[in-house]
């Protein structure tokens, strides 16, 4: 896989310039604080930016600090990141305020090996916070910087220069992550990888990517785990008797070993205590 180098400069010109025209104005672009960055790009998954912004915008209210964080109650957490889906996330940023306050002395790492110990935290998580937080020059690989790299930079060979058709269909991850840092203008990691962001969700919406379809939601494990939580956030101590018609219309007593496995995954992962029969959040 062979770089121009004439035309990356080219190309990272007409990505600036366009971003420098048609750039978001996003909350969590106002501040370089590690946590405030972290809430906004685990809240971004899979989830649309304008509901993000005020979810962001009340979640902050509410935890305006890792310490503020790290001290809430998990039914608290949950009732403010409700309406995102996978409730894991939000455990999980609860999980990486304690770890920050009790083993950083509530400091965020600046280095992406800690980073990946913390709950939660991959590769592209780790460097969004090093690159929006930190300043560091470091190539931030999401859909969307995929997308550019796939529609502009290969399909149209603008860029690179591959060996043969197959080079591309054997991209690999490292292989993403490899031609995002050689695009990455230097000194500009910043503002190149928002610009890159803007410029898939805004230019190129239409492109069409594979992307691994979710297993159908409504009916699934997941979508079950998410009725018991919906029903504590509302009644806060339920019967464990009563939590199976609680959570599904047509629960039968045969179901009841189900219910159960179900219950103590929900008790071992943080979010549910059992307690003398009855159920409530931690």
Request: charged share 30%; hydrophobic share 40%.
């Amino acid at each position: 896989m062979q770089i121009s180098q004439e035309k990356t400069k080219r190309f990272q010109e007409e990505i600036l310039t366009w971003y420098n025209e048609h750039q978001r104005d996003l909350p969590w672009r106002h501040t370089r604080d590690p946590y405030r960055i972290l809430i906004s790009e685990v809240m971004s998954q899979q989830t649309q930016i304008s509901r993000v912004v005020t979810k962001y915008t009340e979640w902050l209210v509410r935890f305006p600090t890792v310490v503020v964080l790290a001290d809430a109650p998990v039914s608290e957490v949950l009732k403010y990141w409700s309406g995102l889906g996978y409730n894991r996330r939000a455990l999980n940023l609860k999980k990486t305020a304690e770890k920050i306050v009790n083993e950083y002395d509530g400091t965020f790492p600046d280095n992406e090996r800690e980073l990946l110990k913390l709950p939660g935290i991959g590769p592209y998580t780790a460097r969004a916070i090093l690159c929006f937080a930190f300043n560091k020059q470091v190539a931030v690989v999401d859909t969307n910087v995929r997308k550019v790299i796939l529609t502009q930079i290969i399909d149209r060979s603008n860029v690179l220069r591959l060996s043969d058709s197959s080079e591309k269909t054997s991209l690999s991850e490292r292989d993403m992550e490899e031609i995002a840092q050689k695009l990455l203008p230097h000194g500009k990691a910043y503002e190149w990888n928002q610009a890159l962001m803007d410029y898939s969700s805004a230019v190129l919406k239409k492109e069409k990517m594979q992307i691994p379809k979710q297993s159908k939601f409504i009916g699934s494990h997941r979508y079950y785990r998410s009725k018991v939580l919906r029903v504590l956030l509302d009644k806060k101590k339920v019967n464990v008797d009563k939590i199976g018609e609680l959570i599904k219309k047509e629960y039968t007593i045969a179901e009841e070993e189900w219910l159960s496995k179900l219950l103590n995954e929900l008790a071992k992962e943080g979010f549910i205590v059992i307690e003398k029969n009855f159920v409530r959040l931690v």
